[in-house]
């Protein structure tokens, strides 16, 4: 199960988000943690993940189903378990999308589902009751 919030910024078409995401004393299996973005409503948009066994993934969320763009991936670039600080980007211009793991490109894909919108932070439980992950600081870059 994922939880979202989205925050009051709208319509950003082409940009950089970025977040320092430091896990909580318990981090394993597919506990995972990110952003939606590109949300045109706060039901849908994106989604990119970082997982707490070090995978990453890209999906489209159209407010009941899932479609993914790239699947549960493993990347020595994100640190892995609890206790751990990882920078999760996502750079978004025009229909092509790159996902970075502290600050270095995984991915790169191309989809014309959503052109522009929000972001909200994420979070799902997937192994830990009372799964926390403590988000240092956002930031986004227009581009």
Do not use: M
């Amino acid at each position: 199960i994922e939880e979202w919030g989205i925050s009051r910024v709208s319509g950003l078409k082409d940009f950089y988000l970025e977040g320092n995401f430091i896990t909580g004393e318990t981090c394993s299996g597919l506990d995972r943690y990110g952003f939606l973005f590109r949300a045109p409503q706060p039901t849908e948009g994106y989604v990119v993940n970082f997982s707490c066994d070090g995978h990453y993934r890209l999906y489209i969320w159209d407010g009941s189903q899932y479609n993914p763009l790239l699947p549960w991936t493993f990347s020595t670039l994100i640190n892995k378990g609890a206790n751990q600080k990882n920078t999760l980007g996502i750079s978004a211009v025009g229909n092509v999308l790159t996902v970075y793991a502290n600050r270095t490109p995984l991915a790169t894909v191309s989809d014309d589902s959503y052109s522009n919108g929000g972001f909200g932070l994420l979070i799902g439980s997937a192994e830990t009751s009372n799964f926390t992950v403590l988000v240092e600081e956002v930031a986004f870059w227009q581009k």
